[in-house]
């Protein structure tokens, strides 16, 4: 009977000891399998026409899990604070030290990055968007800009040019940038700002750019037209001159509101946009417009195009010798409506085109120079499209997740961008996405700040706010709550020198503390692949 028993224990044994092993056989199968999947680049995901839509991630823990998978996990138990010298801020474009070893293997165009440059902003065209692009990029570099008085940010539009709009500029120092509505005034910005300053602009296909001014600024309501949104569009097509009588409007709209309103705002005199309506002389109207155009080409070197904002920014990029971390972006101001995507066609087509014939003509001869300018690009434009859609997506993943107060973001403790052939690799960190999460308003803020430092303007004595946040409001100008989150204008007197490292970190840790939660995960390093570089 014992030994009965001993035998049946023996079997059992066996048999667990069997299914063990092929448990540890299909887990370890399934683990190098899930690791051929996950680890490294896969080129087939890059070579995809979208990397937008891309679920690379480099970074797996010894399951394969990604980082994002197990972020949720580990985040709410990692608290402990940053030290002291990780608090100081860095220069934004300093590379990481790892990549230093590897600057040899890459060779960049020697230039040296332009700082001047002034936007001519056109309304609904994804000016805001740029304008906060070149907001953080004159921040980082502390250039000079041209500032309305504070706090109206449209104070120059139209053509509100005197001395009283602007604050007095630091010291008598060259302007570096403007970038405010205003209608473009050639001799008037040729005065003010330096000979070598790049003229920017943005345009937008003129019938997707009429219905977003008919939404934003309500023109259904303006111009009374029953029915549907979409329905009131096609009847103002019927007779635009019936309902849009006259320009003349600002500063809070558009100059003139839907006949030709980006080549008003660009400079096209409004007594000449009345002998272009339809009806009137065909060569006359042929003659003014190419004038016009020829004008505008000769001013603006790059027109930036709305339906390929990307493939544009690149092009500035290259233009300007910036870095690929200078034109990161968050849109801005981007909206959606019912009739946005729907497809105008026949007549009414038509009836707009010949409504806004200016603009149509203005459009159409830069969006041929841009595909001209895309052609002579070289150096893999195409790839270096691909790689900034790819990590401008993370950039905007890895900022929303960690300025939400989480330790870490779903690709880790940074995003780490590796050097390539089209330019220096570079970090983006907490510093980092603070700048690139900062809106208009706040921008303009602390322009106003610095500004006003440098003219020995004191500190304001009103109405101080909540007393934990006083570090941060004795040294304010013109500091607004609503406009700057207090860690934004912390962290700008300390970058500036007016908060010394003491203060700073003392600061911070009392009013920001979830600001200073430190990631125990590695960072995430983004690089295309070989046929790229």
């Not at 303007?457 to 500091?479: D, F, K, T």
Request: aromatic share 12%; net charge positive.
């Amino acid at each position: 009977m014992f030994l009965c028993r001993m035998a049946r224990l023996h079997r059992v044994f066996f048999s667990l000891v069997a299914l063990g092993a092929f448990c540890i056989l299909m887990y370890s199968s399934e683990l190098r399998s899930t690791r051929r999947r996950n680890a490294g680049v896969s080129l087939r995901q890059f070579e995809d026409s979208d990397w937008d839509e891309s679920p690379w991630n480099p970074h797996f823990n010894s399951l394969g899990l990604a980082t994002g998978e197990i972020l949720h996990r580990q985040s709410r138990m990692i608290n402990i604070f940053e030290d002291e010298d990780s608090l100081l801020i860095h220069p934004i474009n300093e590379p990481a030290a790892s990549d230093l070893s590897r600057r040899s293997l890459h060779s960049w165009p020697k230039c040296s990055p332009k700082k001047r440059i002034a936007l001519s902003k056109n309304h609904k065209v994804g000016g805001d968007t740029v304008k906060n692009i070149l907001n953080r990029f004159g921040y980082i570099h502390n250039v000079t800009f041209l500032l309305p008085k504070p706090f109206m940010p449209s104070r120059a539009y139209p053509r509100n040019f005197s001395s009283e709009v602007f604050m007095p500029v630091p010291n008598n120092t060259p302007v570096d940038m403007w970038v405010y509505h205003s209608v473009y005034d050639s001799g008037w910005f040729r005065e003010h700002l330096p000979d070598d300053t790049v003229h920017l602009t943005v345009l937008r296909e003129p019938l997707a750019h009429f219905k977003s001014v008919w939404n934003f600024y309500n023109m259904q309501r303006r111009f009374k037209i029953p029915g549907n949104a979409t329905n009131s569009i096609l009847t103002f097509l019927e007779n635009p001159q019936r309902y849009d009588k006259r320009c003349g409007h600002g500063p809070h709209a558009p100059l003139c509101l839907t006949q030709n309103s980006m080549s008003v705002d660009l400079g096209f005199p409004l007594d000449l946009n009345k002998r272009v309506l339809p009806g009137g002389s065909h060569e006359e109207r042929e003659n003014i417009t190419k004038d016009f155009v020829q004008k505008i080409s000769q001013d603006f070197p790059l027109v930036m195009l709305t339906e390929q904002f990307d493939p544009s920014l690149v092009l500035l990029r290259r233009r300007m010798c910036w870095s690929l971390q200078d034109i990161l972006y968050y849109r801005v101001n981007s909206r959606k409506y019912e009739y946005k995507k729907v497809d105008i066609t026949g007549r009414h087509r038509q009836a707009h085109r010949d409504w806004s014939y200016v603009d149509f003509a203005l459009y159409d001869h830069f969006n041929s120079t841009f595909w001209k300018k895309v052609s002579k690009a070289g150096n893999s434009f195409w790839g270096e499209v691909k790689f900034f859609r790819y990590v401008n997506k993370r950039m905007r993943e890895h900022c929303d997740d960690i300025l939400w107060g989480n330790a870490c973001s779903r690709h880790g403790s940074s995003l780490i961008v590796s050097d390539t052939k089209w330019g220096p690799g570079f970090t983006i960190d907490r510093d980092f996405c603070l700048l690139a999460k900062r809106e208009l308003v706040c921008h303009y803020s602390i322009q106003a700040e610095r500004n006003g430092k440098m003219l020995n303007m004191a500190p304001h004595s009103g109405n101080r706010l909540r007393a934990r946040r006083e570090a941060v409001y004795q040294h304010c100008v013109y500091c607004r709550a609503r406009w700057c989150r207090p860690l934004d204008y912390l962290t700008h007197f300390y970058r500036d020198g007016h908060v010394n490292r003491t203060a700073y970190v003392s600061a911070r840790r009392q009013n920001f503390p979830r600001s200073l939660k430190k990631c125990a995960l590695p960072p995430t390093v983004l690089s295309p692949p070989e046929k790229y570089l």
